[in-house]
């Protein structure tokens, strides 16, 4: 049988035909014109469609021409999905004019249009391509970098760039561009070489070809190419050949081919980053020469390119004027070398271009290897070096440095040169394939030779190297690859479409459905042969066909059209294909398996290339056998496989793995046709081509023959085992033994291609029957192989492996009896391999000994197909064998690895994928197996799939995690323990900020747009769900709402008086309107914090702001009284700065977490003038969330230049605010501009309105803050105390710029105290404390001396310095260089004066200020009590001044009592302030209780009569302040006591309320409900400069009042506010709940470490002095959040919104349903625990779980029906069981409860066909007794009952009785015959089997081996056994068989 003619007739039908137009040429005709589109633009394709006016198209399309459409092109790749997952769908990129069509679809998916692109020219080229974004650009950054998936579309001067995030770039081409190419690091250019370039004038070289551009905004630049020299030296120079043009890129491996047209060759080159060392070599000078022209080699090229980028066209540029690009000659070589290698030859062609002799003039092939026409003289050198040869100066101008490369081609291999001087042309396809094996090889076809040349290369075991190997040819006009399946398509000369692997022809692909030519015999085509050639004899034909190769041949081609008489002629295969060959043109758009082919007649079709497998077990059993045979004989298997599958008019899908078989047996030498059961299995559908057709019967009528093989078969005994066989009682047929001779004549035919190695492929079949075992999903496949082993075992006469098999299947192995005989002669040439062993592998027998603990063999694994069996072997050696080292890398002792090549052991690289990325220490086995499974991919799905006894450990680690998890375990970990609550905060944990679904869970459901404009109040968008649990008792919310709206009128209540006319009682309702006006103007500011970050905004929306309403409503009859009728005067501008904080306020409702972007703020500005401080407060709470920074430069330029006072406060405090602590240099610029004293003394004057100074100066603290910056201090220092200049300047407000220059010094400078570096030549505290207590002016040092030479015209101050002026910001400067740093000597200098004298020369509210920047000085002294409060009190003072609470006045003629009155309150309310910053956000309970008794003491004193001593206004200032440090303590907590205070103050308007005290009142108030709960105050050094610069105690005056401090650093306090809220969120149903929190402190100087209970949602204390929090049990989920390790955990989820996800336990309600935890049902069962079973209701069950399926579960199992009988019972069981998994909350144990009874009651009724169950009710029993599970629950003895403890008893006591109630019942004879090796009774099979798996007996040959028979007595038995390992109550059971007493049987 000559093997042509089995090629002419393999054939493979290639699926699905389609035709095939490219979707974007259908596109294309929709799509309006590019003509008429003038924008360069990229449409979303939804506007695509609407192709405006119908006339315009008409138009545009008679302008495209027949020549334009010619211009199309198209490429197609396999979809990318953004996330990286497989998706099945190709993407096509359509060129056609100006457009590019980039669309995705596939062929059960229509193409749709994913972008449009249009531009300006004709498009050259389209391309995908990914750049690196890299941070710097070595090739480690590779791995860590980001990729930017982008398209590019090249036109004649410019390249396009669109990522898919939606960037776009253009970069301009310096020169013509001829191709790009994307590569692994970004694009690659060739430049088009123009005619008149070459020759270039001899003494120059030409230009470089080749550019790279690693990211659309760098620049372009040369490559490099490395090339071995002669003698092994490397020369490195610019790619500057233009005869090299590349003809293929690959990314990966990163290769190019370029194609040599001098020369003819291909050569390939390897594509990389340049190295360091290359560059300098470049770029460096030339070695050679000392010559000037030297001096910059490169700069002319960057010359060059930087002149064309400037618009010159590159064609007309003239090239005369370049100097050398590289200089290099080559200097010493033999001419004679050149022309006789092909090897070195190639060298000189690489050097060609960089020798100047030799580049020249040779142009022709001839020339080129003729040395002497150019020898290698000096003299020619000193040509290209001479001075005389002018290199154009003018290029090399001194600025121009040069383009450095980036990427450099190395040589890798040349083609040979063939001797033939046949004209080699360019290849005009290369790809690169990889055959079945793996082994890789690139492809190049040369169309014009009708050549494919395929060379193999692999890569060295290092990686860093390619090795290429010969080329083969192959004939071929087209070819395409087919990566899916590792295969290519050839196109023969003659048309035949055939497949290869590799070098191996695999066979015809026929395709249904093309047309097919009329069979006539007229056809022009010379016939290939005569019938009786390709036929072979009839002979052959009629014996049983053996072999697969003679099989093949009968291939019928049912698919075409007219098959009638096809079968009697077999040649026309042959003249079909031929005639159909014209019709294929070619092959294009190869994807996946899918390619299309171009038809003869310009059409297109798509086949798909059938797979190599469809089902998972005959993949599984192909991927094994291919993993151990040599790669020859592998390729060939599955070559015939191949063919056998795929053959036309195949099997269907479920027939495959019978077809399998055959073809597997077959190649092994089996004589399939004569195997009884492989004659039964059932093919469905045709018969294939490989089953010969059955014998010729001799009569029609039938024979008893066919009646004995229907009663051998299968579908018989199946019938006769079937239930209704036994119901109709029919008898069983005898059936006659086969006839004998059918069972001995069956040889094996030792010449196939697999007999030699059928050892090897039993062994590795046996694998992958052990690895189906470990999924219970794959129990069909376990049976078909089973079958396949028992013949292969038997053939191969290894008892121990059929023993084994049978007792696994004891019904299916017994059966089937047919051997066939191996010649024991062939059996020497059997290749048995090392890793083949006597003694079966079983997976389930090492699982088994391992929990004995017994010692255990490695287990064998096959590499890449038992993944799961070396997951399962190693997990148990982690967790049962508690071996640590078991999953590291090194996993060699519980696994042997089986190659194919013994050799050399070769270690697995995955195996090293462990690495858990946490530096946590595991504390237990079971969190190690957990992690360790998550990394290496295991998720619940494949744990549901294991079978229950093997999953039993795994479940048991899981179940421990689940009850104490870490934290901050990742997402997948979370999810396989079943703790959905942990990974959904994981999950959380992973997204951007904002993105989260937390906002969607703890956002208010009000919808904006439901209330009317004017009802909008700015306080809608507050989380109503969580306040609600916060402060569920009452209305409190609702109430703050009322007292801090201001966009309702206000009630104007003025009782007419019978005195007074109507006008003046117009008037006086005027007056009292102004006067609630004061409080109106006030809210903002606190409804500022009440709304704090509260909202998302919609970034196409405006944000809403709330009106600023200053009018009236008069009742009784509500009239509207308005301030502007004119009737009083009211003060201008009264309510700018309201508006300014009603802007902030709207502002700061923005979360910092939303998405918003520039071009929305700029969108919020405000149309009309009159809302320009609002907006101007908006930019400043925008600075404060930290949204600021999205700004444009531009903008915010934009809005200073306008010159509007307010807008550049707000900006300048925002942008600063934002920048905090960056000493970011922008912005310090920025701010100096408003500075004069940061500006050069020569600068002009600007002229800057006085706030903005003072916001810039605060500004400068904000940048500079902790910085300690010694020039910055040094200016502000002296600003603290600048002297007024002459005119107007500094004259007014001086108060708030001294006080902003000190606040700002203090921040520069914070908390540094004495280790100022480097500033101690300032005397910056001894500085201060002179502008503290007064003295000389110190003469003034600096640049600005020259300004304050002449003193002020309107201020006369002499030469002191001004205290009232200076004080407080010196005060507060010294408080917070010195916070914290209790440092006693300064605060001595703040304490308060105590004699008489000393006191009358300070202010009383200077006091106020020492006392509290004293107290911030000595912070750990503060205590919370009045005692300490009251020590601040100097002797004086407090002897002689009235306490707050007396009532008469003492007198006394020496002492000025109002003075000692005043000093006492504020030096009381400075030590109050002091106390509200050291317990800020604390909630401290003794500094609440002492701030408030001091609040009662202040208001009792304002009503006291000795109140007009200190003053009212002394007192309301100190009332004030103390409110304010109550409000900070409980900040956030909305506390009742602090809120009634508030409420009181509120109501108090008129009198000395002015509009300061509002101020403070209503902050108070925002600071007790700031944020909305969510948010409270931190005490870090930079909260309390920001608060200190927010709560300054010295309030304004009126609306307008900036004078001694700015109103708009009142809104610093957002920098001290942080999230604090911990709000646990049901994970189940999604809303927030309550939940017990056990909060523990870090122990303190003043504490122990203490633990608190507090019920959350709750203000958690600042973090730093918390070292855990835990979610208490007994309602939730146990949860440990441990800030040892960190905080950041934490941080980010409170920074989330705080949403914590709990989970609900089993059985219990929430705190919200069941508050005192009566209701919970296990509440119920406990008090009658024994009756549990009965007494659980299945309706019950909802209460215990939210699981669907357990829901189901019990309404479908545990409900009683009406006639029940004897299945009450399994009910009551069922319930029990259910009972039992969801108190103890492992309801995945619920399926092993019940497959445990369900095994038993079968084994009960001796039902049992398989054992496995058996084997895993084994395992479950042998893992509770085993000794690691025994000592956890020693050491854990509180742990939940994983199982419960009776039913395994009861179950193991059932299952003995069944198995010793059959021994008495005649199991003994059998288990006697069975030990003694003789046939046992059919009867009894199953349950031996039973009992040999649960006793664990040995096979009789192990018995055998160990001399048992002739035993005495017991104890000899039980030494004997002991080597066997075999447990004593099975060795009980044995003992009378064995010592030859069968009678008594059980003990």
Not at 93 to 119: D, E, P
Not at 1076 to 1085: D, G, I, V
Request: hydrophobic share 40%.
């Amino acid at each position: 049988m000559s093997n042509i003619y089995e090629e002419k007739v393999t054939m493979i039908a290639a699926g699905d035909l389609q035709e095939f137009v490219p979707f974007g040429r259908d596109h294309c005709k929709h799509h309006p014109n590019a003509l008429n589109l003038q924008l360069r633009q990229l449409q979303p394709a939804s506007e695509l469609w609407s192709s405006d006016g119908a006339a315009g198209l008409v138009g545009s399309l008679q302008e495209v021409t027949i020549h334009e459409k010619q211009k199309e092109s198209w490429h197609l790749r396999k979809g990318v999905s953004d996330i990286g997952e497989e998706v099945e769908y190709d993407e096509e990129l359509y060129v056609a004019g100006n457009m590019v069509i980039w669309s995705k679809g596939s062929k059960s998916q229509a193409s749709a249009v994913y972008k449009a692109f249009t531009v300006d020219s004709p498009v050259l080229q389209a391309l995908w391509c990914d750049f690196i974004i890299s941070q710097d650009k070595s090739e480690k950054a590779d791995s860590i970098s980001e990729v930017e998936k982008c398209i590019c579309i090249l036109q004649s001067s410019c390249i396009n760039v669109h990522s898919m995030e939606g960037k776009d770039y253009i970069a301009s081409l310096p020169f013509q561009v001829a191709n790009v190419w994307p590569t692994k690091y970004g694009l690659l250019f060739e430049r088009s070489s123009s005619a008149h370039e070459v020759p270039p004038s001899p003494p120059r070289e030409p230009l470089p070809t080749m550019f790279s551009m690693l990211h659309p905004l760098d620049e372009i630049t040369p490559l490099v190419c490395k090339s071995g020299g002669l003698f092994g030296t490397s020369r490195v120079q610019y790619v500057a050949d233009s005869a090299m043009k590349i003809v293929f890129l690959n990314t990966d491996p990163s290769i190019i081919m370029t194609y040599d047209a001098i020369q003819g060759l291909h050569s390939l080159w390897i594509l990389r980053r340049v190295k360091p060392e290359e560059q300098n070599v470049v770029l460096k000078f030339s070695e050679q020469g000392g010559t000037p022209q030297h001096v910059a080699t490169s700069s002319s090229l960057t010359a060059h390119l930087r002149s064309l980028s400037k618009g010159d066209s590159p064609v007309a540029s003239p090239f005369q004027n370049y100097s050398s690009i590289h200089s290099q000659s080559r200097s010493t070589s033999s001419p004679s070398l050149h022309s006789r290698s092909p090897s070195i030859s190639n060298m000189a062609a690489l050097s060609r271009s960089h020798s100047p002799a030799l580049g020249v003039h040779s142009f022709s092939g001839v020339q080129r290897f003729n040395f002497s026409s150019h020898n290698q003289s000096p003299k020619r050198q000193s040509v290209s070096h001479s001075p005389n040869s002018t290199s154009n100066d003018s290029f090399l101008t001194p600025e121009m440095e040069p383009i450095i490369p980036e990427l450099c081609i190395d040589h890798l291999w040349t083609e040979v040169i063939t001797t033939t001087r046949e004209k080699n042309s360019p290849a005009s396809k290369v790809f690169i394939t990889s055959d079945l094996c793996g082994q890789k090889f690139l492809c190049f076809l040369i169309e014009s030779q009708l050549q494919l040349r395929c060379v193999k290369f692999q890569e060295t075991n290092d990686k860093t190297q390619l090795i290429f190997g010969s080329v083969t040819n192959l004939h071929a006009k087209d070819a395409a690859p087919v990566e899916k399946i590792d295969t290519m398509l050839v196109l023969e000369g003659n048309g035949n479409l055939v497949l290869y692997t590799g070098l191996v022809r695999v066979g015809k692909v026929f395709i249904p459905g093309l047309p097919v030519p009329s069979l006539t015999m007229s056809n022009t085509m010379p016939r290939p042969s005569t019938p009786l050639d390709s036929v072979s004899t009839p002979k052959t034909l009629s014996k049983p066909l053996g072999s697969l190769d003679e099989v093949v041949l009968l291939s019928p081609v049912p698919e075409l059209r007219d098959s009638s008489k096809l079968h009697d002629s077999p040649y026309i295969d042959d003249c079909t294909f031929q005639q159909l060959g014209s019709y294929i043109h070619s092959v294009r758009d190869p994807v996946h398996n899918r390619v299309t082919l171009e038809l003869g007649n310009g059409s297109m079709v798509r086949i798909t290339i059938p797979e190599i497998a469809t089902s998972e077990l005959v993949k599984k059993c192909l991927q094994a056998v291919k993993s151990i045979l040599p790669k020859e004989i592998a390729v060939q298997m599955l070559v015939k496989w191949y063919n056998v599958h795929n053959a036309p008019g195949g099997p269907s899908y479920h027939s495959e793995w019978n077809l399998f078989v055959t073809c597997l047996m077959n190649m092994m030498g089996y004589n399939t046709d004569r195997l009884a059961w492989i004659r039964n299995l059932d093919f469905e559908g045709s018969l294939s081509p490989v089953i010969a057709p059955k014998k010729a019967r001799p009569s029609d009528t039938g024979s008893d023959e066919d009646w004995e093989y229907l009663l051998n078969s299968d579908y018989h005994q199946n019938v006769e085992s079937h239930l209704l066989t036994r119901a109709l009682h029919l008898n069983p047929l005898e059936v006659s033994q086969m006839k004998e001779d059918v069972l001995h004549n069956l040889t094996l035919d030792s010449s196939t291609l697999l007999f030699t190695q059928i050892p090897a492929i039993f062994f590795v079949l046996h694998l992958v029957y052990e690895e189906l075992k470990l999924n219970s999903l794959m129990g069909e496949g376990i049976r078909s192989l089973v079958v396949l082993l028992v013949q292969l075992a038997r053939d191969l006469q290894l008892e121990p492996y059929l023993d084994y098999y049978y007792r696994d299947y004891p019904t299916l192995v017994k059966t089937s009896r047919q051997t066939c005989i191996i010649d024991q002669a062939q059996t020497g040439f059997m290749h048995h391999p090392s890793f083949f062993t006597p003694e079966p592998p079983s997976i389930y027998q090492w699982l088994s000994s391992c929990l004995k603990g017994e010692g255990a063999s490695p287990y064998p694994y096959l590499s890449g197909v038992c993944e799961r069996s070396k997951l399962i072997v190693l997990s148990v050696a982690l967790y049962i064998l508690g071996d640590e080292r078991a999953v590291s890398n090194e996993a060699s002792q519980y696994l042997s690895k089986v190659t194919s090549a013994p050799k050399k052991i070769q270690m697995d690289q995955n195996d090293n994928r462990f690495s858990f990325r946490h530096s946590t220490p595991v504390n237990s086995l079971a969190e190690k197996l957990v992690l360790w499974m998550t990394n290496v991919g295991f998720t619940l799905r494949d744990l549901e799939s294991l079978p229950f006894g093997v999953a039993l450990p795994i479940r048991d680690a899981i179940y421990h995690c689940r009850e104490q998890p870490a934290s901050d375990w990742p997402e997948a970990v979370c999810l396989l323990i079943g703790r959905q609550d942990l990974s959904k905060q994981a999950c959380e944990g992973n997204l951007p900020k904002g993105k989260s679904s937390v906002a969607q869970v703890l956002s208010s459901d009000v919808p904006s747009g439901t209330e009317a404009e004017e009802e909008d109040d700015g306080m809608n968008d507050m989380n109503q769900e969580v306040m609600s649990l916060i402060w569920s008792e009452d209305l409190r919310v609702q109430e703050v709402r009322r007292l801090l709206q201001s966009a309702h009128p206000v009630r104007v209540n003025v009782v007419q008086m019978p005195e007074v006319n109507d006008h003046e009682y117009i008037e006086e309702k005027e007056n009292r309107l102004l006067q609630l006006c004061q409080r109106t103007m006030a809210l903002p500011l606190g409804r500022g914090m009440f709304t704090l970050f509260s909202y998302h905004p919609v970034p196409t929306e405006p944000l809403p702001v709330p009106k600023l309403n200053l009018t009236g409503r008069a009742p009784p009859r509500n009239t509207t009284v308005d301030l502007n009728s004119g009737n009083i005067d009211v003060p201008p501008n009264m309510a700018c700065w309201a508006s300014f904080h009603n802007g902030v306020a709207a502002g700061l409702k923005i979360a910092p977490a939303s998405q918003i972007d520039s071009a929305w703020i700029v969108y919020n500005k405000p149309k009309n003038a009159e809302l320009a401080n609002e907006y101007a407060g908006f930019l400043m709470a925008l600075g404060l969330n930290g949204h600021l920074t999205k700004l444009a430069t531009l903008n915010i330029h934009d809005y200073l230049t306008k010159g509007h006072e307010m807008t550049s406060i707000g900006l300048l405090l925002g942008v600063s605010a934002a920048k905090l602590g960056t000493m970011d240099m922008s912005i310090t610029r920025l701010l100096s501009i408003h500075i004069p004293a940061l500006l050069p003394p020569t600068s002009t004057e600007l002229d800057v309105p006085h706030n903005v100074q003072v916001a810039a100066v605060i500004g400068i603290g904000l940048v500079y803050q902790g910085t300690a910056h010694r020039h910055t201090a040094e200016v502000l220092l002296a600003e603290i105390g600048r002297p007024p200049g002459p005119e107007m300047e500094y004259c007014t407000d001086r108060e708030s710029y001294s006080l902003a220059a000190g606040l700002a010094l203090g921040m520069v400078c914070l908390g540094h105290g004495s280790n100022l570096i480097g500033m101690s030549d300032l005397n910056v505290p001894e500085q201060l404390y002179q502008y503290m207590v007064g003295g000389h002016r110190r003469f003034q040092a600096g640049m600005h001396r020259e300004k304050h030479k002449s003193p002020s015209y309107q201020i006369k101050e002499g030469d002191t310095i001004n205290v009232d002026v200076t004080c407080p910001g010196a005060t507060l400067a010294l408080a917070m260089i010195y916070l914290k740093t209790n440092n006693r000597s300064i605060a001595d200098w703040l304490r308060a004066p105590d004699t008489m004298y000393l006191l009358d020369f300070v202010k009383p509210e200077f006091l106020l200020l020492r006392t509290l920047a004293r107290c911030l000085i000595l912070w750990d002294d503060i205590l919370p009590n009045s005692k300490w409060v009251d020590s601040n009190v100097p002797q004086i003072i407090r002897e002689n001044s009235i306490s707050l609470n007396e009532s008469e006045i003492p007198t006394s003629e020496d002492l000025n009592l109002e003075t000692l009155a005043q000093a006492h309150v504020y030096i009381i309310a400075g030590a109050c302030l002091s106390l509200g910053f050291r317990f800020a956000g604390s909630e401290n309970l003794a500094a609440f209780n002492c701030l408030y008794k001091f609040a009662k003491d202040f208001m009792k004193c304002l009503s006291a009569p000795t109140a007009s001593v200190t003053g009212h206004y002394n007192l309301e200032t100190c009332l004030s302040v103390v409110l304010l440090s109550l409000a900070m303590v409980m900040a956030g907590s909305g506390n009742l006591k602090v809120l009634q205070l508030c409420r009181f103050m509120h109501k108090k308007t008129g009198g000395e309320m002015n509009y300061g005290f509002h101020l403070a009142h209503h902050m108070a108030l925002g600071l007790l409900f700031l944020g909305g709960g969510r948010y409270s105050l931190s005490t870090s050094n930079s909260s309390i400069a920001a608060l200190l610069c927010a709560l300054y105690p010295h309030f304004p005056v009126h609306s307008t009042d900036n004078r001694y401090h700015l109103q708009a650093l009142r809104h610093l306090y957002v920098l001290a506010a942080e999230p604090r809220l911990l709000v646990p969120v049901d994970v189940d149903t999604n809303t927030p709940c309550y939940a017990l929190l056990e909060v523990t402190y870090k122990g303190t100087q003043w504490y122990e470490e203490t633990t608190e209970e507090l019920m959350a949602p709750t203000l958690l204390p600042e973090l730093h002095l918390l070292k855990q929090i835990k979610v208490r049990g007994p309602r939730y989920w146990e949860l440990l959040i441990d800030l040892s390790k960190g905080i950041h955990h934490l941080k980010s989820i409170l920074s989330k919104d705080g949403v914590l996800y709990v989970k609900l336990r089993a059985g219990q309600l929430s705190y919200k349903e069941d508050p005192m935890g009566w209701q919970s049902l296990l509440a119920q069962t406990v008090t009658h625990r024994n009756s549990e079973a009965r007494a659980f209701k299945p309706e019950a069950i909802s209460a215990f779980t939210s699981d669907p399926a357990l829901l189901s579960f019990a309404e479908y199992f545990c409900k009683p029906t009406v006639n029940l009988g004897q299945k009450q019972e399994i009910l009551d069981l069922f319930s029990s069981i259910l009972y039992e998994c969801v108190t103890q909350e492992n309801p995945e144990m619920l399926p092993a409860y019940i497959a445990i009874d369900q095994a038993v009651r079968r084994l009960e009724r001796r039902e049992m066909s398989e054992t496995f169950e058996l084997w895993q009710i084994k395992l479950v029993l042998e893992f509770f007794s085993s000794r690691s599970h025994q000592e956890r629950m020693q050491k854990t003895p509180s742990r939940g009952l994983f199982m419960n403890s009776e039913f395994l008893p009861v179950m193991k006591c059932t299952i003995d009785n069944a198995l010793d109630q059959w021994l008495q019942a005649g199991g003994d004879v059998c288990l006697h015959s069975y030990l003694s090796g003789q046939p046992t009774e059919e009867s009894h099979l199953s349950m031996l089997a039973c009992f040999l798996i649960y006793h664990s007996v040995p096979t009789p040959g192990q018995l055998s081996a160990g001399g048992l028979e002739g035993s005495m007595s017991f104890s000899e038995l039980l030494l004997k056994f002991k080597q066997l390992k075999m447990p004593v109550r099975a060795l009980l059971r044995l003992a009378p068989l064995l010592l030859g007493s069968p009678q008594s049987m059980v003990l």
